[in-house]
């Protein structure tokens, strides 16, 4: 099944000449690096995307400038069959699902088509790296060498990963979120050493510039803050975002401390990766990989049925269809908001649920590793970008 899964796939491609626009930013960021010009002063492909990325990531995209593009292409979209196929098997494990290699194969063909996966090939993005990095590294047993490590790199290489720092010191685990921040703080030296002048202006400048990552309003961003401005018809929802980001920045830390405190740190984890993407300014719809983990979780405790209602909804690709040609998005009537802003309001459901399962004791939890209490701050423990113009195609419009 999965043979006919990536065939399928790979067929669609070919005939659709899909552009995999976010590759050639990750290409042009690397060329930049080796011809020593600047690095955010840029605009590529026929959608005028410049980089977004720290400079630690433009560093890493440099082998990309060794290969003819079309390889690139072709190294991106294999490495992300791969990439999946392991963020299927570490979310397999985190829910503490059977050990059966014939379903994971079965659930990778699956999630292939849920659109942020889908939307992740199309524009041959890293967030399935960023992801199972993330991922790997919290369901690494009680005191591993170097846990909080790979989280570090993740956040260097973008930075909303960074909250699963925060995560592991407001839930105790100090040693693992000192860890990932030296790691992080690695990462910043290394662009500094290498890139003085892209990180001066990166981290003095750019990382504020939002404008430069898109645009707010349109439906690719199923942020809080895409998700207002459409509700609110205008392209700048302004202190009316920022106050609810915060509110549900502070909730989604204390819910994860809830819940690492009650014995189910798996929830912990997936409510920070739902408070992380709803809370960045920008969150493209390829961001909301974490479905893949949520969706096992639930498997894990035996909600199929909100397991089958939720991977339907990450499938459907609604937004897509509501018509939303140009400034549309902002236009539309109270009762297609749903349809615009489905991913946000199941972020915001998630959380009320899991807020009200705590208080009842209702959670089930699939007991994926012993978790370690707060206030245990020794040795730590963890269960186990781009523009959103343009359009494909396929109907879909770039980002990063």
Same mark, same amino acid.
């Given at each position: 099944? %999965?043979?006919?899964?990536?065939?399928?796939?790979?067929?669609?491609?070919?005939?659709?000449?899909?552009?995999?626009?976010?590759? =050639?930013?990750?290409?042009?960021?690397?060329?930049?690096?080796?011809?020593?010009?600047?690095?955010?002063?840029?605009? @590529?492909?026929?959608?005028?995307?410049?980089?977004?990325?720290?400079?630690?990531?433009?560093? !890493?995209?440099?082998?990309?400038?060794?290969?003819?593009?079309?390889?690139?292409?072709?190294?991106?979209?294999?490495?992300?069959?791969? %990439?999946?196929?392991?963020?299927?098997? %570490?979310?397999?494990?985190?829910?503490?699902?059977?050990? *059966?290699?014939?379903?994971?194969?079965?659930?990778?063909?699956?999630?292939?088509?849920?659109?942020?996966?889908?939307?992740?090939?199309?524009?041959?993005?890293?967030?399935? $790296?960023?992801?199972?990095?993330?991922?790997?590294?919290?369901?690494?047993?009680?005191?591993?060498?170097?846990?909080?490590?790979?989280? &570090?790199?993740?956040?260097?290489?973008?930075?909303? /990963?960074?909250?699963?720092?925060?995560?592991?010191?407001?839930?105790?685990?100090?040693?693992?979120?000192? @860890?990932?921040?030296?790691?992080?703080?690695?990462?910043?030296?290394?662009?500094? =050493?290498? !890139?003085?002048?892209?990180?001066?202006?990166?981290?003095?400048?750019?990382?504020?510039?939002?404008?430069?990552?898109?645009?707010?309003?349109?439906?690719?961003?199923?942020?809080?803050?895409?998700?207002?401005? *459409?509700?609110?018809?205008?392209?700048?929802?302004?202190?009316?975002?920022? $106050?609810?980001?915060?509110?549900?920045?502070?909730?989604?830390?204390?819910?994860?401390?809830? $819940?690492?405190?009650?014995?189910?740190?798996?929830?912990?984890?997936?409510?920070?990766?739902?408070?992380?993407?709803?809370?960045?300014?920008?969150?493209?719809?390829?961001?909301?990989?974490?479905?893949?983990? +949520?969706?096992?979780?639930?498997?894990?405790?035996? *909600?199929? *049925?909100?397991?089958?209602?939720?991977?339907?909804?990450?499938?459907?690709?609604?937004?897509?269809?509501?018509?939303?040609?140009?400034?549309?998005?902002?236009? +539309?009537?109270?009762?297609?908001?749903?349809? +615009?802003? /489905?991913?946000?309001?199941?972020?915001?459901? +998630?959380?009320?649920?899991?807020?009200?399962?705590?208080?009842? &004791?209702?959670?089930?939890?699939?007991?994926?590793?012993?978790?370690?209490?707060?206030?245990?701050?020794?040795?730590?423990?963890?269960?186990?970008?781009?523009?959103?113009?343009?359009?494909?195609?396929?109907?879909?419009?770039?980002?990063?």
């Amino acid at each position: 099944m %999965l043979v006919l899964s990536v065939a399928a796939l790979t067929a669609l491609f070919l005939a659709t000449r899909v552009p995999m626009g976010d590759t =050639l930013v990750y290409r042009a960021e690397g060329q930049a690096v080796v011809d020593g010009t600047s690095l955010y002063d840029f605009v @590529t492909t026929e959608w005028k995307l410049p980089a977004t990325y720290p400079p630690f990531a433009a560093i !890493l995209f440099v082998p990309t400038t060794w290969i003819p593009v079309t390889a690139m292409k072709v190294c991106f979209f294999v490495g992300n069959i791969g %990439l999946l196929a392991l963020l299927v098997r %570490l979310s397999w494990r985190f829910a503490k699902l059977p050990r *059966r290699p014939e379903l994971i194969l079965v659930a990778t063909a699956f999630a292939i088509w849920l659109e942020p996966v889908f939307q992740t090939f199309v524009f041959g993005q890293i967030n399935l $790296a960023l992801a199972c990095l993330v991922l790997w590294d919290l369901t690494r047993p009680k005191g591993a060498l170097g846990k909080g490590v790979a989280l &570090g790199i993740a956040a260097g290489i973008k930075l909303t /990963p960074a909250i699963f720092i925060v995560y592991l010191l407001v839930t105790g685990r100090i040693r693992n979120g000192l @860890t990932a921040l030296a790691s992080f703080a690695a990462t910043v030296l290394l662009g500094i =050493l290498v !890139l003085p002048s892209a990180s001066l202006d990166f981290w003095t400048r750019r990382m504020f510039e939002t404008e430069r990552v898109g645009k707010v309003w349109i439906v690719d961003n199923q942020s809080l803050q895409g998700m207002l401005a *459409r509700a609110m018809h205008t392209m700048e929802p302004g202190v009316v975002w920022f $106050a609810t980001a915060a509110v549900v920045g502070l909730a989604g830390l204390w819910l994860a401390r809830r $819940a690492v405190r009650s014995g189910h740190e798996e929830w912990g984890i997936v409510v920070v990766a739902l408070t992380m993407v709803l809370v960045s300014p920008i969150s493209w719809s390829h961001h909301w990989v974490w479905c893949v983990p +949520l969706l096992a979780l639930l498997a894990g405790e035996r *909600r199929f *049925r909100a397991a089958a209602v939720l991977a339907v909804l990450f499938t459907c690709r609604s937004f897509w269809v509501i018509p939303h040609k140009g400034d549309l998005d902002v236009q +539309l009537p109270w009762w297609q908001q749903p349809g +615009l802003s /489905p991913y946000p309001m199941l972020g915001l459901a +998630l959380m009320g649920w899991l807020a009200w399962q705590l208080r009842s &004791g209702g959670v089930r939890g699939s007991g994926v590793l012993p978790v370690q209490k707060v206030g245990d701050a020794g040795t730590g423990s963890g269960t186990g970008s781009g523009a959103g113009t343009g359009a494909s195609v396929l109907g879909f419009r770039t980002g990063s």
